[in-house]
């Protein structure tokens, strides 16, 4: 377990951890990209202090609107 900007990491094993201590802020930064592009990440992962107004509301419906498909021909 590795500590990084307040935060706690764990890892895999042990390569991953080298991997991380390397880039530290790399890998934080693509994680946080990441839940921008996917907002149900940000509660999932627990990235609530990165993104304050998100809404677990606001989320579920940006995620279900992104994904629902309505096809009608009247």
Do not use: C, K
Not at 8 to 25: C, D, G, Y
Not at 43 to 66: D, G, N, V
């Amino acid at each position: 377990m590795v500590r990084f900007r307040n935060t706690f990491n764990v890892f895999v094993h042990e390569e991953a951890l080298q991997a991380f201590m390397a880039r530290p802020a790399a890998y934080v930064d693509g994680i946080l990209g990441e839940a921008r592009r996917n907002p149900a990440l940000i509660h999932l992962l627990r990235l609530q202090e990165h993104s304050p107004a998100a809404s677990h509301a606001s989320l579920w419906y940006s995620t279900a609107s992104s994904r629902l498909q309505i096809t009608a021909s009247w």
